[in-house]
């Protein structure tokens, strides 16, 4: 009996056992099934994000159409007239002129800008001043040294290290060596900016006289005189509507300039279809050697107008900012590239049937039945080919304005969804006045046509020599294809520089008078700027000055806060002693604020302000060191001054976790996150580098302090600056002034004479009719003091 229940015991164990694998088997069978349909649903959707990625980058592709590629495409409405002004002697130089438009394409936009070029761009800003804000965190090449070692410690501030003997590295050992080879960077960086600047200036001209000349083919009976104030019309409507943004009307450029292609491209193939297939056989570049070797000087300077088909690309980069290069590269691949060529190829078709015709190809090669509804594409393409351009100039001045190379001008931001898009209003009228100047003084495309293509030739052999920097410092590029790049770059355009040396007197010496102009005031302001800084600096007031005049400075300390703006990130300013020296009181609370831009594109918000403590705790004094990029928006003063108080009162908290605190020393500052105070206070986790140290003069080395074990010590730690955190906190409530310096400059008596033209005359005048500080930062009227001095440089 026994027997029999341990059997059936066993039996009924065997049993359980196997039902147990049964259920196993069954539970892994459905764990695989779902696991299978996880993973299935995985691939599902990351094939879903692939193909939405590939949408929009095919979105963004077609709409970087309108804003990169707009003075590109309208180049075909002027380029065989410049390239022919006195006709045509020989049937056999078209098919040379188009060869070289075709392989000036594909050399220069295509392989140079689109796929070299393009991938240079500072996190997605382009332009000559992205490049050197590259360079500049690459290298010290910076004329005016107010960087610090935290300021390398941004998420934004990325750079690569180099090994002590690599080429790289001699290179920057080799730039930062004397202060001549930085000055001659700046220089060359400033006449790239200006030559865009002149861009500005003779793009709108080209582009919407050469689209209002269209109306002289239909209507013959139009003089030249009427065709000009439409043309004028148009750009004094162009230029008044500026400060609206692109916001609303810029998702327009994109069809516009879409269907303009289509149509030039679709003309084109008609042409070669009606008139001369013969045409393609410019594809190959044997023609391009019968055309020289032809000889005459008229075939070598022509070159100044087979440059033309190419312009537009300094736009493209400096326009880079609004799409990712990938998108760039296909618009231009796919749909841009081809629908050129095919354009230029129809109009040498046309053009070898009818070489009379030469001086209108453009307009004369579209069929009647389109020629109307052409017309009003093609103004409205040179319309967009001008915003373009236009806010490529914008964009590039306010980039000088945050390197310190153009004076203070204001900057008004149009769009609240894209922070690119800015308008500058002074620019803005300085361009359309010198714009119409241009246009009713030349009256001809072939003059603004010589003044564009010497404009923009300059602009590319500033792009080359900054380009192999770049490929030396920041891509660290083996010798030889830095080689290659730059003697290939170089000879392509100085063969067409030299060809426009020909046409100096014809037109070509107005982007020069322009680009002068521009580059004395901003070289002027630069140097200015830097003596002012250097004055700065060497007379800075010692802190053992500071510590003799005890807590009180020597004054009665009135309840408030003083917010005094320097542009010094270290050491007490000039003004400070100027200020107590004269006047019988100052604040309790002292604040040395330094707005300071960077060569990084944007500095984020949690790391925008940099706080430490000067003197003991007793002096309540203090430093806020603001960070922007050339990109940023200063925010209006109540948020600037919110801000500026939060990071200081965070500053004060994170001091009293501190054992010892900051009560009699200046040799360190503190500087943290709001997360890392709530890290510490809401969590209880230990926080080993929660403080930077730093000396008075630099806000360097970074110092681990000791654990903080749990959320009662730093409470405890932290009680003693409660106390510091009410007395400021009354004190602004108290009021807040802002401390200005209203500082003239002028040069010392045993200066040179053109030292003294340039500081007391032209720097004089700048800062005479910029804007002030004041204005910059917003700060309000009724709490501003201005502190007069003079800087003897």
Not at 148 to 173: G, Q
Not at 725 to 730: P, Q, T, W, Y
Request: charged share 20%; with cysteine; glycine share 6%.
């Amino acid at each position: 009996m026994a027997a029999r229940v341990e059997a059936a015991t066993i039996g009924g164990e065997i049993d359980e056992e196997e039902s147990d694998e049964r259920g196993s088997m069954w539970d892994l069978d459905q764990k695989l099934d779902q696991s299978m349909d996880e993973e299935a649903g995985r691939l599902r959707n990351m094939y879903r994000e692939k193909k939405f990625s590939a949408l929009l980058l095919l979105q963004l592709s077609f709409q970087s159409l309108g804003v990169v590629y707009g003075d590109l495409g309208t180049s075909p409405l002027y380029v065989f007239y410049n390239t022919f002004p006195h006709g045509i002697k020989d049937q056999e130089d078209i098919i040379g002129a188009l060869s070289l438009i075709i392989y000036s394409l594909t050399l220069i936009p295509l392989l140079k800008y689109v796929f070299v070029v393009c991938k240079a761009n500072d996190n997605g800003q382009g332009g000559t001043f992205a490049l050197y804000s590259l360079l500049c965190r690459h290298a010290k090449v910076k004329t005016i040294q107010n960087q610090h070692r935290t300021d390398e410690e941004l998420t934004t501030y990325s750079r690569t290290t180099f090994h002590e003997h690599s080429f790289a590295a001699k290179t920057k050992r080799w730039l930062e060596k004397r202060t001549s080879r930085k000055t001659a960077l700046l220089i060359l960086v400033l006449v790239g900016t200006c030559m865009v600047i002149g861009d500005g200036i003779l793009t709108p001209a080209i582009s919407v006289l050469s689209a209002a000349g269209g109306l002289r083919v239909n209507l013959p009976h139009i003089s030249n005189g009427v065709v000009v104030f439409v043309a004028v019309v148009i750009l004094v409507s162009l230029f008044s509507v500026q400060h609206y943004g692109t916001d609303r009307v810029g998702w327009l450029f994109a069809p516009i300039v879409f269907l303009w292609f289509l149509s030039i491209a679709s003309i084109g193939i008609y042409n070669i279809w009606k008139h001369d297939t013969s045409v393609l056989k410019a594809f190959s570049p044997v023609y391009i050697y019968r055309y020289f070797k032809r000889g005459g000087r008229d075939r070598w300077t022509s070159l100044g107008g087979i440059m033309l088909s190419i312009t537009g690309i300094e736009a493209l980069f400096a326009d880079l900012s609004h799409f990712p290069v990938s998108a760039v590269q296909i618009a231009f691949t796919v749909i841009v590239f081809p629908c050129l060529l095919l354009a230029y190829s129809g109009q040498a078709a046309y053009i070898r049937r009818y070489p009379d015709h030469v001086a209108d190809a453009f307009y004369r090669s579209i069929p009647g039945s389109v020629y109307w509804p052409m017309f009003i594409i093609a103004t409205a393409a040179a319309i967009v080919a001008s915003q373009a351009t236009i806010s490529a100039t914008f964009s590039l001045v306010k980039q000088a304005l945050a390197h310190g190379c153009f004076p203070r001008v204001k900057v008004v931001h149009t769009s609240r969804k894209f922070l690119g898009q800015i308008y500058v209003p002074d620019i803005n009228w300085i361009l359309m006045i010198l714009c119409i100047a241009v246009t009713a003084g030349f009256k001809n495309q072939s003059q603004i046509g010589n003044a564009y293509g010497t404009a923009v030739v300059i602009v590319m052999l500033v792009t080359t020599l900054l380009m192999t920097l770049i490929m030396i410092l920041v891509w660290r590029c083996h010798w030889v294809l830095v080689l290659i790049f730059t003697i290939l770059s170089l000879v392509v355009e100085c063969t067409y520089f030299s060809a426009m040396l020909f046409k100096i007197d014809q037109g070509g010496w107005v982007p020069l008078v322009i680009a002068a102009a521009f580059l004395l005031i901003m070289s002027v302001w630069h140097y200015g700027t830097l003596k002012r800084y250097e004055f700065e600096m060497h007379s800075r007031v010692s802190m053992a000055w500071i510590l003799g005049l005890g807590p009180s400075l020597g004054l009665v300390r009135v309840p408030g806060v003083g917010l005094v703006y320097t542009e010094l990130a270290s050491g007490v300013p000039h003004i400070f002693s100027h200020f107590i020296t004269n006047l019988p009181a100052i604040h309790s609370v002292v604040v040395f604020v330094c707005v300071k831009n960077l060569p990084v594109y944007t500095v984020p918000e949690e790391e925008r302000f940099l706080v430490k403590r000067i003197g003991p705790k007793n002096f309540h004094m203090f430093r806020c060191v603001a960070r922007y990029g050339y990109r940023d928006l200063h925010k209006k003063d109540d948020d600037f001054e919110k801000r500026l108080f939060e990071s200081l009162f965070l500053y004060v908290r994170l001091e009293s976790m501190m054992e010892g605190g900051c009560s009699d020393s200046d040799d360190y500052s503190i500087c943290g996150s709001q997360q890392q105070l709530k890290d510490t206070l809401g969590n209880g986790n230990e926080n080993e580098n929660l403080a930077t140290f730093d000396t008075f003069d630099s806000i360097e080395s970074i110092t681990p302090v000791k654990r903080v074990s749990n959320t009662v010590t730093a409470s405890s730690q932290m009680s003693g600056g409660v106390d510091e955190l009410e007395f400021i906190n009354g004190c602004r409530d108290a009021g807040v002034v802002h401390i200005m310096g209203n500082t003239v400059v002028r040069a010392r008596r045993e200066a040179r004479f053109y030292k003294k033209i340039a500081i007391d005359y032209v720097y004089a005048f700048l800062r005479k009719i910029c804007r002030e500080h004041s204005a910059i930062y917003n700060v309000p009227q009724e709490s501003l003091l201005n502190v007069g001095q003079i800087f003897y440089v």
